[in-house]
């Protein structure tokens, strides 16, 4: 079954230093999205890309953020300068059309800042 | 906005114990319905969907069906087993916004 896939699965970053997540979509797939979980607590929306532009994001998604499809298979999500609060699960999802299937989502990226 | 609410946890059953977890939602429209679970250490997985009213979802024994008249999407199995011990998360997708928005999540626990 394809799958998205995300690396690293565990990255620690020290606070004010950039981060970029990487993911790769399923290939068919048109719609990709990014969504954290702040350990034990709810998912939230960060970003969703489209087009090779970005066509929804959360209040959380600030300067600080921004996502990328550099090459037609990647798609990566950065943090310019990370903060100690940004210490999250970072998934990656993609869906084939904009309608109502579900997505399919990467396993994640830890990330922790200290 | 919308929003989706979710039992509290943990949820702690017996192995061959019924279980439900409840979900209700609030979206203008009639928004798409899923369930979630995460395995310790692991991602989401999708367990099961529900795009219409009254559609029965079911994948794993587990099932939720979409009930327009109460906004709710229980999730239930009748007989739940150690390997099931997971956090469950309920979901809806307003295709206005073109995101999931998730609830907090549930914590189901089961001891032989």
């Known amino acids: 079954e394809p799958e998205v896939t995300q690396t690293p699965s565990h990255q620690v970053t020290q606070m004010g230093q950039e981060v970029i997540l990487r993911c790769v979509p399923i290939?068919?797939?048109?719609?990709f999205y990014w969504y954290r979980q702040i350990l034990g607590q709810k998912v939230e929306f960060l970003v969703s890309f489209y087009n090779n532009e970005i066509s929804e994001k959360s209040e959380i998604f600030d300067d600080q953020f921004s996502v990328e499809r550099p090459d037609g298979s990647n798609f990566t999500l950065k943090i310019r300068s990370t903060k100690l609060e940004d210490s999250a699960m970072y998934f990656c999802a993609s869906s084939e059309v904009r309608v109502n299937y579900g997505y399919t989502f990467g396993s994640g990226t830890r990330l922790t800042v200290v | 906005g919308d929003s989706v609410t979710q039992m509290e946890g943990p949820v702690t059953l017996s192995e061959e114990a019924f279980l439900t977890i409840n979900c209700t939602y609030t979206a203008t429209g009639y928004p798409s319905l899923f369930w979630y679970v995460q395995y310790p250490g692991e991602g989401l997985q999708l367990l099961l969907k529900?795009?219409?009213?009254?559609d029965k979802g079911s994948n794993k024994g587990f099932e939720a069906t979409y009930r327009k008249e109460t906004t709710s999407f229980h999730l239930e199995k009748g007989s739940v087993q150690v390997s099931d011990s997971a956090v469950y998360f309920c979901a809806s997708f307003s295709g206005g916004y073109n995101k999931l928005i998730f609830g907090a999540g549930t914590r189901l626990a089961v001891h032989p």
């Open positions: 290939s068919n797939h048109l719609y």
């Open positions: 529900a795009t219409k009213a009254d």
